[in-house]
RNA sequence: GUGGGCGUAGCUCAAUUGGUAGAGCGCCGCUCUGUGGCAGCGGAGGUUUUUACGGGUUCGAGCCCCGUCGCCCACCCCA
């Protein structure tokens, strides 16, 4: 019985409490009336994806899928992984469901945990939330500026836009890319006695990353590399322009960032991250992109598309450490049933039902039998009234109603007592 | 995966050089036979194999040693 560890949570995976309620409902709020309100619609897709669709989608030499995934294999021999990120599910099943047969652009949002198995730290969890948003099917420039309008809008509605900051670049695409990444691979072709270890293996797997290494060295050597901007493509630079310019006539704040890359494969032409930056420290809020092949990767026809995800509690400790108060998730009782005796009893909890049928929300503390301990509780919990239903009162059809402030009592007919209640919370 | 700090009651933390595991808060009760807040007193709670777990050294370990796990922080990477 005491033998043995306790048992707790699994490393990296947390306890979601009452008390945290309020802030992740807070946020999930505006996220959602802002994203309805450019008409996208929640999906929820499958903890469980088939492990493949990760491999193909996010990239085989990505960190993620190399060494961050939980896989396993089903009980039949399936390979399955928990989902490490919300694109390629929402890609699968904007495939799987035949989505290109609505409307285009199929705008979707969505609200899930993820899972990374990583060594856990400040705001880095292996178990966390991402608010995401995606867009099919709409090729033009007007997607990835509508997703990064609102994205930014959500933080500035949290209060946030003057804490954070909204870095930008373009990748290519096929067209372009290539040439690119020849060029920056010529580049450090002979300097790669200087860099670190870790870019010398980027060299190889993925030459753009070298680009967004913090070690000074590498730092150094990287900012005079060939600079994306002069690579892209007609039709990529003028996309790129497009977004610009929205971002500039709809007056979101951003910063060129030619060292911008992503961790992940899909990404093609705009992609952009939100940062929050103090002394010295800088944690990534959202990112997102532009993934055109996303779709081809998974063996459908190609689709261009767009979209973002935020991080759901490094948001939130930022809402916390700027003191933003938020709501209350339900309303707190402002009336205590206490009672005393069998008949009162049997009678509260039917008592009960009806005040919770009008709309009004009771504490009570049916398991405590005496009046003293249930006022205390009463009083701990701080409600308004407290309504005493004795074994007398139950016998005569009444019921008294205290007023914890004065302490004053009044005995009112049980008949009623819930019009009579609503009345008096009203007036107060 | 690597490095550093930490792990004592539900919570916050004590415990001289290794020598009987404590306090405050919270919880429960009594003083107060059907009436809360304040106060006083008491109780439960670390399972007599109690100090994350498992070993070791010692007459004796919360404290020293080894291992494991977890938490926090950082690197890597990411949201």
Same mark, same amino acid.
């Given at each position: 019985?005491?033998?043995?560890?306790?048992?707790?949570?699994?490393?990296?995976?947390?306890?979601?409490?009452?008390?945290?309620?309020?802030?992740?409902?807070?946020?999930?709020?505006?996220?959602?009336?802002?994203?309805?309100?450019?008409?996208?619609?929640?999906?929820?897709?499958? $903890?469980?994806?088939?492990?493949?669709?990760?491999?193909?989608?996010?990239?085989?030499?990505?960190?993620? $899928?190399?060494?961050?995934?939980?896989?396993?294999?089903?009980?039949?021999?399936?390979? $399955?992984?928990?989902?490490?990120?919300?694109?390629?599910?929402?890609?699968?099943?904007?495939?799987?469901?035949?989505?290109?047969?609505?409307?285009?652009?199929?705008?979707?949002?969505?609200?899930?945990?993820?899972?990374?198995?990583?060594?856990?730290?400040?705001? =880095?969890?292996?178990?966390?939330?991402?608010?995401?948003?995606?867009?099919?099917?709409?090729?033009?420039?007007?997607?990835?500026?509508?997703?990064?309008?609102?994205?930014?809008?959500?933080?500035?509605?949290?209060?946030?836009?003057?804490? $954070?900051? @909204?870095?930008?670049?373009?990748?290519?695409?096929?067209?372009?890319?290539?040439?690119?990444?020849?060029?920056?691979?010529?580049?450090?072709?002979?300097?790669?006695?200087?860099?670190?270890?870790?870019?010398?293996?980027?060299?190889?797997? +993925?030459?753009?990353?070298?680009?967004?290494?913090?070690?000074?060295?590498?730092?150094?050597?990287?900012?005079?590399?060939?600079?994306?901007?002069?690579?892209?493509?007609?039709?990529?630079?003028?996309?790129?322009?497009?977004?610009?310019?929205?971002?500039?006539?709809?007056?979101?704040?951003?910063?060129?960032?030619?060292?911008?890359?992503?961790? @992940?494969?899909?990404?093609?032409?705009?992609?952009?991250?939100?940062? @929050?930056?103090?002394?010295?420290?800088?944690?990534?809020?959202?990112?997102?992109?532009?993934?055109?092949?996303?779709?081809?990767?998974?063996?459908?026809?190609? #689709?261009?598309?767009?979209?973002?995800?935020?991080?759901?509690?490094?948001?939130?400790?930022?809402?916390?450490?700027?003191?933003?108060?938020?709501?209350?998730?339900?309303?707190?009782?402002?009336?205590?049933?206490?009672?005393?005796?069998?008949?009162?009893?049997? =009678?509260?909890?039917?008592?009960?039902?009806?005040?919770?049928?009008?709309?009004?929300?009771?504490?009570?503390?049916?398991?405590?039998?005496?009046?003293?301990?249930?006022?205390?509780?009463? +009083?701990?919990?701080?409600?308004?009234?407290?309504? %005493?239903?004795?074994?007398?009162?139950?016998?005569?059809? +009444?019921? %008294?109603?205290?007023?914890?402030?004065?302490?004053?009592?009044? #005995?009112?007919?049980?008949?009623?007592?819930?019009?009579?209640?609503?009345?008096?919370?009203?007036?107060?």
């Amino acid at each position: 019985m005491s033998k043995g560890k306790q048992i707790q949570s699994v490393k990296g995976m947390h306890d979601i409490l009452p008390e945290d309620q309020p802030w992740r409902e807070f946020v999930f709020k505006k996220a959602k009336t802002i994203l309805e309100g450019y008409d996208y619609e929640r999906i929820e897709t499958p $903890v469980l994806e088939e492990t493949e669709l990760f491999e193909r989608g996010v990239g085989e030499g990505t960190d993620i $899928v190399e060494k961050e995934m939980f896989s396993f294999k089903t009980r039949g021999g399936d390979p $399955v992984t928990m989902r490490p990120e919300g694109t390629a599910p929402v890609a699968r099943a904007y495939i799987e469901h035949g989505m290109r047969s609505l409307p285009q652009p199929v705008k979707l949002y969505y609200f899930e945990p993820m899972f990374r198995h990583e060594q856990p730290q400040a705001g =880095r969890y292996r178990e966390f939330w991402h608010i995401g948003a995606e867009q099919f099917g709409e090729a033009s420039f007007s997607a990835d500026a509508e997703l990064i309008f609102i994205l930014w809008k959500i933080f500035e509605e949290l209060d946030l836009k003057n804490e $954070v900051t @909204l870095k930008i670049n373009s990748l290519g695409d096929r067209n372009c890319r290539p040439d690119y990444k020849k060029a920056l691979k010529d580049y450090f072709k002979n300097k790669l006695k200087k860099v670190c270890a870790p870019c010398r293996a980027k060299f190889k797997k +993925n030459v753009l990353r070298m680009l967004d290494c913090i070690q000074t060295e590498c730092k150094e050597i990287s900012a005079k590399a060939p600079q994306i901007f002069d690579f892209l493509d007609d039709d990529c630079k003028l996309h790129f322009k497009n977004v610009l310019e929205f971002l500039e006539e709809a007056q979101v704040p951003y910063i060129l960032n030619p060292y911008l890359v992503r961790g @992940l494969d899909y990404y093609t032409r705009t992609v952009f991250e939100i940062w @929050l930056e103090e002394n010295g420290d800088s944690i990534q809020l959202a990112a997102g992109g532009r993934y055109d092949y996303l779709a081809e990767e998974l063996g459908s026809q190609k #689709t261009e598309a767009a979209g973002w995800a935020i991080g759901l509690e490094r948001l939130i400790d930022l809402l916390k450490k700027k003191g933003i108060k938020v709501p209350k998730t339900r309303p707190e009782p402002k009336i205590f049933l206490a009672q005393l005796g069998d008949l009162a009893k049997k =009678r509260s909890l039917i008592l009960f039902e009806h005040f919770r049928k009008a709309g009004i929300p009771l504490k009570a503390s049916l398991t405590r039998d005496s009046i003293k301990s249930q006022l205390r509780i009463a +009083n701990r919990l701080g409600t308004r009234f407290t309504l %005493i239903l004795g074994q007398r009162e139950a016998l005569d059809g +009444n019921i %008294i109603l205290r007023d914890m402030e004065s302490s004053v009592q009044e #005995t009112l007919p049980l008949d009623g007592i819930v019009e009579a209640i609503k009345k008096r919370l009203k007036e107060k």
